[in-house]
Structure formats: C-alpha cells, structure tokens
C-alpha cells in the first residue's frame, strides 16, 4: 500500500478553513508584500458585494501559480523568511463566486464552482485594462461570513501592524504597530523567537506578531514580539502558534534570565543602591529577589501599615519612607498572617504599636527575616495580655450579645512572648475579642486575677460604634445596613459604661433615662416620685 490524498476532499476540507472574510483578504495582503508592494488598495462596493484588491508590486509571472495548492512560487529567499504556504490566492476561490485577476498584461476570469469541482477554467487572456504594475484581483459576490464586523473593520486591523501603506476605498488606514515604526519609539531587544519591542518595561506580557499579522488575542499593555521563521504556526490560516502553551513557557524562562540580568547592569551602573531599589523595586521581587539580600534597605512600597480592625475602612497606606537595616530593631514588623486562622490579639497588637507589614515576599535568605513577627508566631498563645486594675462590667444590648468588659484604669500591656516586644494601650482606647474566632478563649491578668472578657474599654474612652462592629454579629447586620439598630446599641453600651465608671449612680440614672418629653413633664410638675429597683427594673410608687 501507497499513501494516497484524496485530492476533491482535501480541498472541501480547506473550504471550512477560509471562509472567514479577514483571512482572505490577510492572504492577499501577505502576497502583495511578499511581491514586493508598497501600497496596497483595498476597495469595497456594499451595492455590489464586490472586493478588489490591487497593489503595486512585481505581479503575477505564472498563473498556473496561483491555483495549485501548496505551490506558493515564491523565491528561495522569501520562502527561507517567510516559509510561505501556498494557500494565499487559493483561498479566495472559497470567498466569492467569480474571481478576476489581472496582471502583467494579461488577465483571467475564474468561475470558483468550476474551479473547485477540477473542471477547466480557461487560459489567460491579453488585457488592455490590466494595472501599470502590480496585480489587481476582483472578487465578484464576496462572501462576508455573516459577520457584523464590518469589511473596513477588518481592514483596519490587517493595517495595524503592516509595513505597507494600505487604503480602503481610498482613505490610508493606520499603521502604527508597525516594527519599523515602533523601533523609533520604543527599545527592542533581540529574542530567539524575533524582535520584541519593549513598550513596558520589565513585562512578560507580550502580544506575538507574525508576517505583520497579529497572532491569537491582543493583550492589553503588552510588549509586542515579531516572530522570526523559528517559530511554527498552524497552517494554513496561520492563526496560532503550534504547541502555543510550551512557548509561551519557554519566552517566559527567557525573558526571566533577560530581565535579572538586565537589573545587575542597572545597579552596576547606577552605582547607588538606595536608588537602584527605589527605582526597580517591583521589578527586582519579580525577576531577581536575592539581589535583595546584600543590600541593607527597603523601599517604602516593601511595607504597607496595619489595617485598621474594621467593617467600614482598611488603612493599607505605606509608610512615607523606605527603612535601613538599622532601623530595623526600633520597629515593630511582621509577615503577612491570617487573623481568621491565628487570632485577634496580633492584630491589636500591631494595630496599637504602628507596626509595618512586609507586603512582600522576599528571598528566604533576606535579612529582614531575622528581625520580623513571622507568620507562625501570632497565634493567641504568643502574647500575654495584662493590667494594673479594672473591673468587669456585664452589659445588655439590644440587637447584639449580651456580654463581660473590662473595664480598665491603667494601661493595658500587649506581649509578644517569643520577641519580647511589648506595647501600651492607654486607657482612652478600646477594642473587641472577636470570640467567635479565637483558637481558646483570652484571659487578660488583673491584677492577681484572670478575666476572659468580650470587650475592654479604657475608663476614658469613648465608646463608638466601631467597637460593636467588630462583634460577630454585628458583621452580618452591618453587611444589611443596620444602622438604625447599631445606634441603638452603641448609644445603650455608652450608657452603661458612663454609669459603670461614674461614682453618683443616681446621676447615672437620670443620664439613662433622659430629657423626658414636653407632654410627660406637664403631667409629672411638681410631683415627688418614689423609685425603687427589682429584677433589673425600675418602678415608681
């Protein structure tokens, strides 16, 4: 046995392949730059769905060319560049039904349902009407796949990267991704793969050109590459590179190592280490972090401060200015770590100390590591907190928990066992245990005692609704724009505390009960009212 084609299903195969207007009309621009034209036209009567394409290149020498499939007649040289398929011209017989072509003084008319079922088309003919130069090919009844994107649409596109002026019905469309025009503009590096034009640097996004056409989606702020003859796309149409995921990976490798050599030259050349980081700090975590290790300073964008423990606002601001290796052990820094899986005490303390979070991850060799809270040092287990004196006050709110706080005089003192660090919390500041996500629950020492409030308020201060939204459930009533019932219950926590820490109870009292209305005071003038207290309640004899 023989390997055989079957030559009438080969090219009905074909036929699903360039039905798509864009292509047709691509491959015909590939053939007029390929012969050597410096403008192509383009022009399109909607009235009569008629393309023409002409342009002034060296036209056509051998008809028989043009519709013999995988016969392109291309020169040594253009097919050792461009590694042509043959299938430019072949693909108009798909798109229309009649196909003129006229060149070099001769022209031949092809009815493409004859062509296609292998029955002859005829020779060429003399032409008077033929171009000066270059080749014009009419084709009658285009087919434009259906497609609402419209045929100058289409052109546009083609244009963009092409090194040929192209016109469509007579307006000179724009070439502004053209590599002789973006060379001017923009440094180019030299790539296995062709010619990468460098729009942003140290990028690894990168849209991929090939024979001036554009190759799968175009990636926003991308970095274009020009492929050279190396690279295999899928033919015939040409429209995606062969094994695409294993050279995106391999473009990727390489631009890494051009990327991490390039930055050693930056720094040699600047000269000045401070700057080289502030400049390419992003750059250097991306492609070269152990450059990091021997020089002793970190930019401010290395950094970012605690969030503020909140449901409303996250302050993640970084600090203005970058930190020396110094100045290292008078700050209080820490790796990223997961509240929700270690607990609430890490954050208040790095809330309360102005910590800095390392935003990001650096080589595990870096010397900051030897002076950072790490991750696996903030669990609830790993502080100790205490005060002087303070006094547990069980409260009852309305919408939310009812619950103990600590009331407290003195400072209250945050430790971090493993580091030693300590820091204050004055007693003008108050914060929730967020119970519902504690690993066991927080005794804070009173004292000689061991109290496991749900809050802990300074004697002084005030009480606002934050400290409530930091309670469990008040996270998902918030998230409902409960406000009306979170007033509620802050305006009820502030009451108890005033009362708790004032020394006049009956003043306490009247604070609670309030203003009382115009109606209610016109009935009680004058009159001398008996209280007294049981179950919780207040009643007047």
Known sequence: MQLSINAQKTIQNFSSVMTDSSKVISELIQNSRRAGATRIDINFDMESNTLQIQDNGTGVSKFENLITLSDS???????????????????????????????SGKSLIIDTATALNFEDIGQPTDSVNCPDEGTRITLIDFNKDGSDYSIQDKVSDLALFSSVDIYFNGELQENRLALHLLEKEYETIETPYGTLVCKHKFSNKIAIVCQELRVGKHKIFSNYLFLNNSVQLRMPDRDAIINAEMFEKEVDKWLDAYWANKLEELRNDLQDDIAFVEKHFRAIIRYSKTLLNDIDYL?????????????????????????????????????????????????????????????????????????????????????????????LLDYSLQYSECGVALVYDSDITIKHIPSGKVVNIDNGNSFALWDHCLESD???????????????????????????LQLSRYQSEFDEDLDAELHTDTRALSQQVNAFIKDDPLQALSDMIGQLPPVLQTKLAGQTLTAKIENGKLSFA
Not at 372 to 381: K, P, S, V
Not at 443 to 457: A, K, N, Q, Y
Request: proline residues 4%; aromatic residues 10%.
């Open 73 to 103: 007649g291309w020169s040594d040289a253009t097919r050792s560049i461009e590694n042509p398929f043959g299938m430019g011209f072949f693909s108009t017989l798909f798109a229309a039904k009649q196909v003129i072509i006229e060149s």
């Open 299 to 391: 930019p401010s964008n290395a950094f970012s401060s605690t969030p503020v423990l909140s449901c409303r606002d996250m302050n993640t601001d970084s600090p203005y200015e970058g930190l020396k290796r110094e100045e290292v052990a008078d700050k209080i820094i820490y790796s990223d770590y997961d509240m929700w899986d270690k607990g609430i005490l890490a954050h208040h303390f790095f809330h309360f100390s102005n910590a800095l979070k390392l935003s990001e991850q650096l080589d595990p060799n870096h010397w900051i590591y030897e002076s950072i809270i790490l991750d696996d040092e903030c669990n609830n287990d790993d502080f100790e907190v205490s005060t002087e004196s303070g006094n």
């Open 442 to 468: 927080i005794s804070i020492r009173c004292g000689e005692d061991e109290l496991m409030p749900t809050l802990v308020i300074g004697k002084t201060a005030h009480v606002e609704s934050e400290l409530l």
